[in-house]
């Protein structure tokens, strides 16, 4: 079984991908990581490397192939990343949203910066990141159709919303 789990920043996709990786006993795979990685690698903030990214286009490639062709060879995995579903055949894609105050305060306390500041860098890397993905992709970041479900994380915990995914793949 192949899950994608996209979602904007600080909507807690990683957490919950976590959760259900271990409920589902299969691995999961994380574009955020990778790009963090990609950035620390070159000495760079993630926002600076979003900049960055926006005239090399070889780094968002870089990540959408790593993960494909996880997918790829995986029986059962779990690919969490913004445009993962739309590059993975998926047997279920989900996207995770939550209001921009819940994001910041998830991301402050998670990266230790005061709120504001992490509102300023959630918002510089959401323009950032719709910019590079119609460029390179003439995808619309924006736009839903792709995925099955869509869940408001402020709502739930990461252990409810392991548990509605769950309960989606039941009925599907």
């Known amino acids: ?6 979602g904007t920043a ?9 959760v259900l990786s271990e409920k589902l006993e299969i691995p999961f795979v994380s574009a955020g990581a990778i790009f963090r990685e990609m950035a620390a690698e070159r000495g760079m903030t ?38 993962s579903a739309y590059f993975i055949d998926a047997d279920l894609k989900v996207c995770f949203t939550a209001p921009l105050e819940v994001r910041a305060k998830r991301v402050c306390e998670r990266e230790d910066k005061s709120i504001e500041l992490a509102k300023e860098e959630i918002l510089s890397r959401e323009e950032s990141e719709a910019l590079r993905y119609m460029d390179i992709h003439n995808i ?7 995925y099955d479900l869509i869940i ?7 252990d409810i919303i392991a548990e509605i995914i769950l309960t989606t793949l039941k009925v599907i």
Request: charged content about 30%.
């Open 1 to 6: 079984m192949i899950i994608t789990i996209g």
């Open 10 to 18: 600080g909507s807690g996709t990683t957490t919950a991908a976590k």
């Open 46 to 83: 993630p926002v600076e490397f979003g900049k960055f990214a926006e005239n090399n286009t070889d780094i968002d490639k870089e990540i959408d192939n790593r993960q494909a062709k996880l997918a790829e060879e995986a029986q059962d995995l779990i690919v969490e990343g913004r445009l």
């Open 140 to 146: 619309d970041i924006r736009n839903m159709d792709i």
């Open 152 to 158: 408001n994380t402020d709502s739930f915990d990461p």
